[in-house]
T-cell receptor, first 112, second 114 residues
Framework: AQSVTQLDSQVPVFEEAPVELRCNYS??????LFWYVQYPNQGLQLLLK??????LVESINGFEAEFNKSQTSFHLRKPSVHISDTAEYFC??????????FGKGTRLHILP | DAGITQSPRHKVTETGTPVTLRCHQT?????MYWYRQDPGHGLRLIHY???????DKGEVSDGYSVSRSKTEDFLLTLESATSSQTSVYFC?????????????FGPGTRLTVL
């Protein structure tokens, strides 16, 4: 069975600084990988996903994630964060025709 | 935004009472899901549906039942609520491609069991 681990429960970072949110997964077969974002008092929204092809995927608001099969990782990065990026970020993994498993989440705190 | 609504948005109830949460979609998506979100646990799947009257259990299904009599509605029932079921409940739907595709989430229902 697959699993996903988000290594940091909270990440504080100064505004305009870079950030990396770490995600590692465990699976014996090929996986699909997702990052979801949850803004305060809202539901989750898809940020980006990797299904196949290029290992670097990007979102429309400047985030990117790279699928690293050898490291079994799918870390999320942004070169310069904004106060509006304050949210909780969830990494998720699934295999074909199986359910999506979510990590426990990482709270991103943007410091002024 | 995907057309997903949840009702009620907030509910306070007492231990031992039955509770039904409703998820309604206007997207005609085949798959629907119920999750609960708790601090330190992320999202955990309770039940899901892959069609009208077709449902299956998720990771934390004990104490919950579901029904889906129409494509657009997916009901979650707590037959006898307990304090451990205090949580935020999210409904989600996914594209016709199925379980591995993007899931779209509703706004959530905050349930408190006293």
């Amino acid at each position: 069975a697959q699993s996903v681990t988000q290594l940091d429960s909270q990440v504080p970072v100064f505004e305009e600084a870079p950030v990396e949110l770490r995600c590692n997964y465990s699976s014996s077969v090929s996986v699909y990988l997702f990052w979801y974002v949850q803004y305060p008092n809202q539901g989750l929204q898809l940020l980006l996903k990797y299904l196949s092809g290029s290992t670097l995927v990007e979102s429309i608001n400047g985030f990117e994630a790279e699928f690293n099969k050898s490291q079994t990782s799918f870390h999320l990065r942004k070169p310069s964060v904004h106060i509006s990026d304050t949210a909780e970020y969830f990494c998720a993994v699934s295999v074909r025709d199986d359910k999506i498993i979510f990590g426990k989440g990482t709270r991103l705190h943007i410091l002024p | 935004d995907a057309g997903i609504t949840q009702s009620p948005r907030h509910k306070v109830t007492e231990t031992g009472t039955p509770v039904t949460l409703r998820c309604h979609q206007t997207e005609n998506h085949r798959y629907m899901y119920w999750y609960r979100q708790d601090p330190g646990h992320g999202l955990r799947l309770i039940h899901y549906s892959y069609g009208v009257k077709d449902t299956d259990k998720g990771e934390v299904s004990d104490g919950y039942s579901v029904s889906r009599s129409k494509t657009e509605d997916f009901l979650l029932t707590l037959e006898s609520a307990t304090s451990s079921q205090t949580s935020v409940y999210f409904c989600a739907i996914s594209d016709p491609a199925g379980l591995t595709d993007t899931q779209y989430f509703g706004p959530g229902t905050r349930l408190t069991v006293l």
